[in-house]
């Protein structure tokens, strides 16, 4: 099944990735004491990686590659700074071993943030980052802040259970599954909640019952639905936050690397990032 991508202005973004990368390197320049720069390096670095990915929708160039990594360093970076009780904490940051003064509660560390740094993680292959992840309390990400609806939380501690191997995963997934029925939403709209929250807890489930035709269907109709959101009006066709599936490229690399087939075909799910064809080239 092949699901091809919108059209983005490729030249446009293309011309505007040194200027990106000029402000995410100035925000890494202050991370290691800058709550500011935090929060700037977090949103700067997945954006980067997301606008280079427009112009390699399969994500084979070395400088895409990179950026995904060091989005995923940096979506880690922070929560490892925000649930540590030592005074700093040392992180790897473009290869550099990075001091980040610990924080606590930030606003720009909610669970939101949480599941794009777990989803990131999942994509890297990085089980280290994605154990310190796991191990974050829900608690502390309510102390975050930010109005979110209550089936983040329950995503959140599905994931936490399924990479822990704890015994309550069922639980925490069968109400992930309830809370994310269209009529809970509260904070986001029914559609967003159908077409771009649930379809990942789904696919998740279906991996988990060993369903391959049903994990098929689900990843067929998360990569879809992921479409049509973000092809319904001209604002959200020109939004950077629809060049890839986010959720369900980390759920389809964390089944395709466990021996799950993935047989669909998209620019949403960039190959050499499903494939991880940058296995061994860096030490992340």
Request: net charge negative; proline share 5%.
């Amino acid at each position: 099944m092949i699901v091809p991508r919108q059209d983005y202005p490729k030249n446009e973004m293309a011309a505007v990735v040194p200027v990106m990368e000029k402000s995410l390197s100035e925000s890494l320049e202050r991370i290691e004491t800058s709550h500011n720069s935090r929060a700037d390096a977090v949103m700067e670095s997945l954006n980067v990686a997301l606008v280079r990915t427009v112009g390699d929708p399969g994500a084979v160039m070395l400088e895409t590659w990179e950026s995904w990594l060091l989005a995923m360093q940096v979506h880690s970076a922070v929560f490892a700074a925000a649930a540590s009780d030592l005074e700093t904490v040392t992180c790897k940051i473009r290869q550099e071993e990075r001091h980040l003064a610990t924080t606590g509660p930030q606003p720009y560390l909610n669970a939101e943030t949480w599941l794009d740094a777990f989803y990131l993680a999942m994509i890297c292959r990085e089980a280290a980052r994605l154990d310190m992840l796991a191990r974050i309390p829900v608690s502390l990400l309510r102390d975050f802040g930010g109005a979110l609806d209550e089936y983040t939380y329950a995503w959140v501690e599905t994931l936490q259970s399924f990479w822990l191997r704890r015994d309550d995963l069922r639980t925490h997934l069968i109400r992930a599954v309830d809370l994310s029925a269209p009529e809970q939403a509260r904070v986001v709209d029914a559609e967003e909640m159908s077409k771009l929250r649930y379809p990942p807890i789904t696919m998740l489930y279906r991996y988990l019952r060993n369903d391959l035709a049903g994990f098929k269907e689900a990843l067929a109709d998360a990569v879809l639905w992921h479409k049509e959101y973000w092809t319904a009006d001209e604002d959200r066709a020109s939004n950077i936050l629809g060049v890839v599936a986010l959720g369900p490229l980390a759920i389809a690399c964390l089944a395709k690397a466990n021996g799950v087939p993935v047989e669909i075909e998209s620019g949403y799910l960039p190959e050499a990032l499903l494939d991880f064809a940058w296995r061994g080239e860096f030490d992340a």
